[in-house]
T-cell receptor
Framework: KQEVTQIPAALSVPEGENLVLNCSFT??????LQWFRQDPGKGLTSLLL???SQREQTSGRLNASLDKSSGRSTLYIAASQPGDSATYLC???????????WGAGTKLIIKP | NAGVTQTPKFRVLKTGQSMTLLCAQD?????MYWYRQDPGMGLKLIYY???????DKGEVPNGYNVSRSTTEDFPLRLELAAPSQTSVYFC????????????FGPGTRLTVT
């Protein structure tokens, strides 16, 4: 059974720093991996989707990488801003069903 | 486009009561999903649908029912609510699986006392 883990659960960094959020998963037979952002009291916004055949995806200051062999994905945020403060969740989708399996998220605080 | 809309935003139920959480999308997406999120946890899939008239169970379906009579609507029914169903419920939709992102509604915060 797939398990997705995100460490740390919370992270606080000064504005302007580059940072990396981690996501690990136990079953490498994934269809894709997605990174989402969740703001308090709001829904989730998809940030990046990496298909199993891809190694990375980029959107603006965000770069997500995928290493299926080691069961890891990272989300790199460049030049962090206070507006990046949110909870970031990763989720994997397996070949066998339509279910996204989610990590518990990393709560990110960017200090001005 | 309104995207994915959910009603109500908040609800308090007593144990044993029933209710329906509404979800609608105006993007003509075939795939729709219901998730629940407990505090400090990731999301868990309750039910999903791959098109009108087609639904299937997710990871945690017990105590819930769904229907999909139209492409736009995907209501979630709670029968005999229990305190364990206290959670935030999210509806989502996507054009297709895997290669297309899921779009989420703002959520319904449900408390069962």
């Amino acid at each position: 059974k797939q398990e997705v883990t995100q460490i740390p659960a919370a992270l606080s960094v000064p504005e302007g720093e580059n940072l990396v959020l981690n996501c690990s998963f136990t079953d490498s037979a994934i269809y894709n991996l997605q990174w989402f952002r969740q703001d308090p009291g709001k829904g989730l916004t998809s940030l990046l989707l990496i298909q199993s055949s891809q190694r990375e995806q980029t959107s603006g200051r965000l770069n997500a990488s995928l290493d299926k062999s080691s069961g890891r994905s990272t989300l790199y945020i460049a030049a962090s801003q206070p507006g990046d403060s949110a909870t970031y969740l990763c989720a994997t989708e397996s070949y066998s069903n339509y279910q996204l399996i989610w990590g518990a998220g990393t709560k990110l605080i960017i200090k001005p | 486009n309104a995207g994915v809309t959910q009603t109500p935003k908040f609800r308090v139920l007593k144990t044993g009561q029933s209710m329906t959480l509404l979800c609608a999308q105006d993007m003509n997406h075939e795939y729709m999903y219901w998730y629940r999120q407990d505090p400090g946890m990731g999301l868990k899939l309750i039910y999903y649908s791959v098109g009108a008239g087609i639904t299937d169970k997710g990871e945690v379906p017990n105590g819930y029912n769904v229907s999909r009579s139209t492409t736009e609507d995907f209501p979630l029914r709670l029968e005999l609510a229990a305190p364990s169903q206290t959670s935030v419920y999210f509806c989502a939709s996507s054009y297709d699986r895997a290669t297309y992102e899921q779009y989420f509604g703002p959520g319904t915060r449900l408390t069962v006392t």
